[in-house]
């Protein structure tokens, strides 16, 4: 396979993953998802993903103009930062955007800033690129429980606060799948052990709030979902363990954050016991004990979210 084909994935229900080009092979996707000759993209990447998604449209015979849908599930940049390129390619599409992230799209200005202070400066460029506006006229703000249609499919889309406030998550009941943007944590393929997913949270900053994100896992799965979509990255589907065990690593996230919040040169602490607890995790779940690779894999996300912990226990 060259080209486009080595980057999708298809699976049932008119559901493509495709990876966005994002730091690594397999660590971000934009779901495509096709329904009677009409199709929504499920997050996007970044700007510079853009041309994958167009060359995942040609592979799948869709026109631009057949796509209605552009979901953005949170405006962080590796789920959002190219909906405004991508917009400008689509004549008539909408972008769907939670009411708290609208106006960031509209106007990016504060969502640079604040990735600015997360990445730094030149990490920040090489990452996202330009970040193009979109116009408010293009732009569906649903209320919690709307619904959309995409050609033959009704769907849902429900707030689910706890990785971000400007969070919703999609669901399909008549397929029984939903996506769920960082909503049911992250499980790359890379961790996989013998086909068994290995699922942790993501508490990004600025929004994380533990008990929030509980509730929404347990509202996900009040829906039984079948099969549930991540971002990071596409399918998972043995969800009622992965529920269990993102809701036990969402708390033992914050009892970490809890037990340093004191303490002397607490960021750095917080890394090392995070790097600790998640390995104490992947020797259970039995993938190979080699630190080079678990912190290659881990080591993004390990700031990330010990960043975002830091800002919940300032925030308490
Ligand atoms: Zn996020």
Known sequence: MTGIASKLTDFAAGITAIDVDYVRPRLAASHLVIDGGRAAFVDTGTTHSVPNLLAALAEKDVDPAEVDWVLATHV?????????????????????????????????????????????????????????????SRMFVPEDGATIQLGGRELELIHTPGHALHHYCIVDREHSVIFSGDTFGLSYRDLDVDGREFIFPTTTPVHF??????????????????AIYLTHYAEVRDLNRLAREMKTRVRAFADLGRR???????????????????????????????????HRLLDDDIDLNCQGIEFWLDRK
């Open 260 to 294: 340093y919040a004191a303490a002397p040169d607490r960021a750095g602490k917080l890394r090392n016991g995070m790097f600790a607890m998640m390995s104490i995790w992947l020797d259970e779940h039995g993938f190979p004990r080699d630190d080079s690779e678990r």
């Open 76 to 136: 962080h940049l590796d789920h959002a930062g190219g909906a405004g390129a991508l917009m400008r390619l689509l004549p008539n599409a909408r972008c769907a955007v939670h009411p708290r992230g609208a106006r960031h799209l509209a106007e990016p200005s504060k969502l640079i800033a604040g990735s600015i202070a997360v990445y730094g400066e030149e990490r920040y460029r090489s990452l996202y690129g330009d970040i193009v506006p979109i116009d408010e």
């Open 209 to 226: 709030d533990p008990e929030a994100l509980c509730n929404s896992v347990d509202r996900l799965m009040s829906y039984t979902p079948q």
